[in-house]
């Protein structure tokens, strides 16, 4: 049997052979050329999925995904951050595409949506050449060398699989690659990091969960989670996990942020964090911003008591824009973001490391980060703080293919043990 695992290496040591015998030194950006030519870069969260559903009915037909998508007309919405002209532009070698499912989304109906979407970005792949369904580290190397873009698929929320174990596999045969253990708010099994708290981290069916992801080889994605959970999970999991889309809780005060002490557990584990560029995860002072916007919001309109223009839109709209004027939103930069990528390479380390940009599932983006092309700018801001190609490689996608691979061959140890069955939640009393 092939190791799953040589392939990727061969590509990241292969990065530290530029020819420079005679030669003046490359230009940060010229460097950051080089290293994507050799090995993908993979970010490990877009929410385009949703946002073809949510606007366009899930119709192909009525958007060009191959290009200018940023500048989609009214009433279609904001532009959107994705288009394969630009995924190009930005060196895009693999994509995870968020497949989320809104949580007000219950019962069978959240599975019938999942399936949706999961169909939803196969038939992307099949109505656009330059993309590629990929199911494991190989298929991303292979159609990276074809000069196509892998599309690999995420569940975003625990809540998807209806608490049912045949689902979460189902979830994997169809193509799903990672789950997000929970999303917003808190599963029957596990806490998210933005609820209060029901089960203080994981309960004994959320552990079976992992357990089994483990056994398909489906990645344990920890963004989202409470740190207790994060905690119990990695002590748990048998493969390396990922965050899809967090940043370092150390610089950014938000609990979907990862803390130091948890980057060093991940470190152990061998897992990635992939980092957001969500403006309110990468600036502190943008979060407290955000949160102060939210109160005054609050105090004008909240109904049906504390608002004081309650019943007054224009009257609240007005006050809301002085109230801004006052108080200008915090820019957030590129440089930002890679200050966090800089933190958890050096608690975590080089190894553990990744990009996940959470592109069409914020509503805003970082300047100079605001689009699937601006990539090569970010990792050429991270070359002028001295990062080798090595280290840039492992960034950018070469850490995540390490972890796919691990997980299939986690995976492979696993699979004769017999799949799960645990109940994950108090069965519904039946109709007398």
């Avoid at 708290?197 to 989670?225: C, F, K």
Wanted: aromatic share 6%; charged share 20%; net charge negative.
């Amino acid at each position: 049997m092939k190791n799953p695992l040589s392939s990727v290496a061969l590509v990241v040591l292969g990065l530290c052979a530029w020819p420079l015998t005679g030669q003046a030194a490359p230009s940060d950006l010229e460097r950051v050329r080089h290293v994507l030519e050799q090995t993908p870069l993979i970010d490990g969260h877009n929410d385009l999925p949703w946002e073809i559903r949510a606007r366009f009915g899930g119709d192909l037909d009525r958007i060009d995904l191959s290009s200018g998508t940023e500048r989609l007309p009214a009433p279609d919405g904001p532009p959107l951050m994705t288009d394969i002209a630009r995924l190009k532009a930005g060196g895009v070698g693999g994509q995870f595409w968020s497949v989320w499912v809104d949580p007000a989304f219950t019962g069978p109906q959240v599975v019938q949506v999942t399936l949706e979407q999961i169909d939803l970005v196969k038939r992307m792949c099949a109505r656009y050449p330059e993309l590629g369904m990929a199911y494991s580290a190989s298929d991303v190397t292979r159609l990276h060398h074809e000069h196509r873009i892998a599309c690999l698929i995420g569940v975003e929320g625990g809540h998807q699989i209806n608490n049912s174990l045949s689902v979460l596999r189902t979830y994997y045969d169809a193509g799903a690659r990672y789950m997000t253990l929970t999303h917003s708010g808190d599963t029957d099994w596990g806490d998210s990091a933005t609820d209060a708290p029901r089960h203080h981290g994981l309960t004994a069916a959320g552990q079976t969960v992992v357990l089994e992801m483990n056994r398909i080889g489906m990645l344990v994605d920890l963004s989202h989670v409470s740190e207790q959970t994060m905690r119990d999970a990695l002590k748990v999991t048998r493969a390396p996990v990922i965050y899809s889309h967090s940043s370092a809780r150390a610089l950014t005060d938000h609990p979907r942020n990862v803390p130091d002490a948890v980057l060093r557990l991940v470190a152990q584990n061998g897992g990635v964090v992939m980092v957001n560029f969500y403006p309110g995860y990468v600036s502190e002072a943008r979060r407290l911003w955000d949160a102060e916007y939210a109160a005054e919001h609050a105090r004008l309109n909240t109904p049906p008591f504390g608002g004081l223009y309650i019943g007054q839109p224009e009257r609240a709209a007005q006050a809301l824009a002085e109230w801004e004027q006052a108080h200008p939103k915090p820019r957030v930069t590129l440089a930002d973001v890679a200050a966090h990528i800089q933190h958890v390479h050096d608690v975590a380390g080089a190894d553990h490391v990744g990009l996940g940009s959470d592109f069409d599932g914020i509503p805003e983006a970082p300047e100079g980060l605001d689009g699937v092309d601006k990539y090569p700018a970010l990792l050429a801001e991270l070359a002028h703080r001295g990062w080798t190609d090595a280290d840039l490689a492992k960034l950018a996608g070469g850490n995540v293919l390490r972890v796919l691979a691990q997980a299939q061959v986690v995976s492979d140890r696993l699979r004769s043990e017999p799949p799960a069955t645990a109940v994950l939640s108090s069965p519904p009393v039946p109709a007398r």
